[in-house]
Protein backbone atom coordinates (compact mmCIF):
# COMPACT_ATOMS: atom_id res chain seq x y z
CA UNK A 1 0.00 0.00 0.00
CA UNK A 2 2.77 2.26 0.82
CA UNK A 3 3.88 2.24 -2.73
CA UNK A 4 -0.08 2.75 -3.95
CA UNK A 5 0.33 5.89 -2.16
CA UNK A 6 4.11 7.14 -3.03
CA UNK A 7 2.61 6.46 -6.90
CA UNK A 8 -0.37 8.93 -6.16
CA UNK A 9 2.12 11.62 -4.92
CA UNK A 10 4.00 11.09 -7.94
CA UNK A 11 0.93 11.77 -10.37
CA UNK A 12 0.18 14.93 -8.36
CA UNK A 13 3.21 16.59 -9.14
CA UNK A 14 3.86 15.45 -12.12
CA UNK A 15 0.33 17.00 -13.19
CA UNK A 16 1.41 20.30 -10.73
CA UNK A 17 3.86 20.84 -13.50
CA UNK A 18 1.54 21.12 -16.02
CA UNK A 19 1.06 24.82 -15.49
CA UNK A 20 4.76 25.57 -16.71
CA UNK A 21 4.58 23.09 -20.03
CA UNK A 22 1.31 24.33 -21.65
CA UNK A 23 3.42 26.07 -24.81
CA UNK A 24 5.43 23.02 -24.78
CA UNK A 25 5.82 21.05 -28.37
CA UNK A 26 3.31 17.71 -27.86
CA UNK A 27 6.58 15.61 -29.76
CA UNK A 28 7.56 14.18 -26.11
CA UNK A 29 5.41 13.53 -22.91
CA UNK A 30 4.86 12.01 -19.51
CA UNK A 31 1.63 10.37 -19.18
CA UNK A 32 0.62 9.77 -15.66
CA UNK A 33 -2.98 8.44 -15.10
CA UNK A 34 -4.93 6.14 -13.28
CA UNK A 35 -7.12 2.37 -14.13
CA UNK A 36 -9.71 0.68 -12.56
CA UNK A 37 -10.66 -3.08 -13.56
CA UNK A 38 -12.57 -6.59 -12.94
CA UNK A 39 -10.37 -9.48 -12.44
CA UNK A 40 -10.63 -12.04 -15.63
CA UNK A 41 -10.85 -15.17 -14.95
CA UNK A 42 -11.21 -14.75 -11.56
CA UNK A 43 -10.42 -17.41 -9.28
CA UNK A 44 -8.12 -15.77 -7.44
CA UNK A 45 -8.54 -12.07 -7.35
CA UNK A 46 -11.52 -9.44 -8.04
CA UNK A 47 -10.74 -6.50 -8.79
CA UNK A 48 -7.60 -3.69 -9.65
CA UNK A 49 -6.93 -0.06 -9.15
CA UNK A 50 -3.78 1.20 -10.70
CA UNK A 51 -1.40 4.51 -11.53
CA UNK A 52 0.09 4.53 -14.89
CA UNK A 53 3.33 6.53 -15.46
CA UNK A 54 4.59 6.48 -19.59
CA UNK A 55 7.36 8.60 -21.02
CA UNK A 56 6.15 8.70 -24.85
CA UNK A 57 7.84 9.90 -28.12
CA UNK A 58 5.87 11.21 -31.30
CA UNK A 59 8.32 9.62 -33.75
CA UNK A 60 5.91 10.80 -36.86
CA UNK A 61 2.77 12.45 -35.95
CA UNK A 62 0.59 9.37 -35.77
CA UNK A 63 2.98 6.90 -34.28
CA UNK A 64 4.28 7.27 -30.63
CA UNK A 65 7.05 4.85 -29.07
CA UNK A 66 8.12 4.92 -25.09
CA UNK A 67 8.49 3.14 -21.57
CA UNK A 68 5.87 2.31 -19.10
CA UNK A 69 5.12 1.55 -15.78
CA UNK A 70 3.20 2.01 -12.44
CA UNK A 71 1.40 0.19 -10.04
CA UNK A 72 -1.88 -2.00 -10.19
CA UNK A 73 -3.07 -3.11 -6.89
CA UNK A 74 -5.23 -6.76 -7.25
CA UNK A 75 -7.43 -7.45 -4.52
CA UNK A 76 -7.62 -11.24 -3.77
CA UNK A 77 -11.03 -13.19 -2.75
CA UNK A 78 -11.99 -16.20 -0.73
CA UNK A 79 -12.29 -19.44 -3.38
CA UNK A 80 -12.51 -22.60 -3.16
CA UNK A 81 -11.55 -22.28 0.26
CA UNK A 82 -8.74 -20.57 -0.69
CA UNK A 83 -7.83 -16.87 1.12
CA UNK A 84 -6.14 -15.42 -2.04
CA UNK A 85 -3.80 -12.70 -0.75
CA UNK A 86 -3.58 -9.26 -2.75
CA UNK A 87 -0.98 -9.02 -4.96
CA UNK A 88 0.68 -6.00 -7.17
CA UNK A 89 2.01 -5.73 -9.69
CA UNK A 90 4.66 -3.19 -11.63
CA UNK A 91 5.03 -3.30 -14.96
CA UNK A 92 8.03 -2.31 -17.10
CA UNK A 93 7.38 -2.37 -20.77
CA UNK A 94 7.88 -0.84 -24.05
CA UNK A 95 4.92 1.71 -24.72
CA UNK A 96 3.08 1.57 -28.63
CA UNK A 97 0.59 4.36 -29.74
CA UNK A 98 -0.90 4.87 -32.76
CA UNK A 99 -2.88 7.64 -33.52
CA UNK A 100 -4.71 7.96 -36.69
CA UNK A 101 -6.11 11.66 -36.23
CA UNK A 102 -4.68 14.24 -34.13
CA UNK A 103 -7.52 13.83 -31.85
CA UNK A 104 -10.20 10.98 -31.65
CA UNK A 105 -10.00 7.31 -31.64
CA UNK A 106 -6.36 5.63 -30.81
CA UNK A 107 -5.18 2.25 -29.85
CA UNK A 108 -1.85 0.37 -28.57
CA UNK A 109 -0.39 -1.34 -26.61
CA UNK A 110 2.80 -2.31 -23.71
CA UNK A 111 4.80 -5.04 -23.99
CA UNK A 112 7.39 -6.11 -21.22
CA UNK A 113 7.84 -7.79 -17.36
CA UNK A 114 5.26 -7.58 -14.86
CA UNK A 115 6.89 -7.93 -11.29
CA UNK A 116 4.42 -9.66 -8.96
CA UNK A 117 4.93 -8.42 -5.26
CA UNK A 118 3.11 -8.37 -1.49
CA UNK A 119 2.68 -11.59 0.49
CA UNK A 120 4.75 -14.65 -0.90
CA UNK A 121 2.02 -16.98 -0.23
CA UNK A 122 -1.14 -17.24 -3.23
CA UNK A 123 -3.42 -17.91 -0.27
CA UNK A 124 -2.62 -17.00 3.45
CA UNK A 125 -3.99 -20.94 4.11
CA UNK A 126 -1.87 -22.62 1.96
CA UNK A 127 1.95 -22.73 1.42
CA UNK A 128 2.46 -22.30 -2.39
CA UNK A 129 4.74 -19.50 -2.89
CA UNK A 130 3.27 -16.85 -5.50
CA UNK A 131 5.11 -16.39 -9.17
CA UNK A 132 7.16 -13.36 -8.71
CA UNK A 133 6.59 -11.90 -12.68
CA UNK A 134 5.73 -12.55 -16.39
CA UNK A 135 5.28 -11.63 -19.49
CA UNK A 136 3.01 -8.29 -19.30
CA UNK A 137 0.48 -7.01 -21.98
CA UNK A 138 -1.39 -4.17 -21.55
CA UNK A 139 -3.19 -3.70 -24.78
CA UNK A 140 -5.59 -0.74 -24.68
CA UNK A 141 -8.20 1.48 -27.22
CA UNK A 142 -9.43 4.92 -26.51
CA UNK A 143 -10.16 8.51 -27.51
CA UNK A 144 -7.58 10.86 -27.36
CA UNK A 145 -6.66 14.74 -27.96
CA UNK A 146 -3.82 16.81 -26.90
CA UNK A 147 -4.27 16.85 -23.32
CA UNK A 148 -6.13 13.85 -22.54
CA UNK A 149 -6.08 9.80 -23.17
CA UNK A 150 -9.57 7.96 -21.88
CA UNK A 151 -9.56 4.18 -22.64
CA UNK A 152 -10.60 0.47 -22.37
CA UNK A 153 -7.83 -1.62 -21.70
CA UNK A 154 -6.83 -5.55 -20.91
CA UNK A 155 -3.72 -6.02 -18.35
CA UNK A 156 -2.21 -9.26 -18.41
CA UNK A 157 0.71 -11.30 -16.74
CA UNK A 158 1.48 -14.61 -17.74
CA UNK A 159 2.77 -16.26 -14.84
CA UNK A 160 1.94 -20.31 -16.71
CA UNK A 161 1.07 -22.75 -13.91
CA UNK A 162 2.93 -21.31 -11.39
CA UNK A 163 0.79 -20.99 -8.27
CA UNK A 164 -2.02 -22.83 -9.46
CA UNK A 165 -3.47 -24.46 -6.63
CA UNK A 166 -6.13 -27.55 -6.39
CA UNK A 167 -9.29 -26.38 -7.74
CA UNK A 168 -8.14 -23.02 -8.85
CA UNK A 169 -5.73 -21.34 -11.13
CA UNK A 170 -3.57 -18.36 -9.93
CA UNK A 171 -4.07 -15.33 -12.63
CA UNK A 172 -3.15 -11.66 -12.81
CA UNK A 173 -5.73 -10.09 -14.96
CA UNK A 174 -8.24 -7.44 -15.54
CA UNK A 175 -10.58 -5.59 -18.08
CA UNK A 176 -11.06 -2.27 -17.32
CA UNK A 177 -10.85 1.70 -17.97
CA UNK A 178 -8.26 4.27 -17.68
CA UNK A 179 -7.34 8.11 -18.14
CA UNK A 180 -3.97 9.73 -18.44
CA UNK A 181 -3.29 13.34 -18.81
CA UNK A 182 -0.39 14.14 -21.25
CA UNK A 183 1.92 16.47 -19.80
CA UNK A 184 4.53 17.99 -22.58
CA UNK A 185 8.31 18.09 -22.08
CA UNK A 186 10.75 20.93 -23.88
CA UNK A 187 10.10 24.11 -25.37
Known sequence: ??????????????TASVVSAQNAKMNNMIK??????????????????????????????GFGLGIATGYTHYFGKNNNGYNNNDVGLIPVGALIRIYPKRSGFYFGTDLGYGFLI???????????????????????IGYHNR????????????????GDLPNQNYNVGNIGVGFSYNIPLGK
Open 118 to 140: GDEKVASNTTLNRPNGGFYIKPE
Open 32 to 61: VGANAGLAVPSDNVSASVGVDVAYQNLITP
Open 147 to 162: DWNFFVQYQKVFVGDK
Open 1 to 14: MKIFKQAILLSGIL
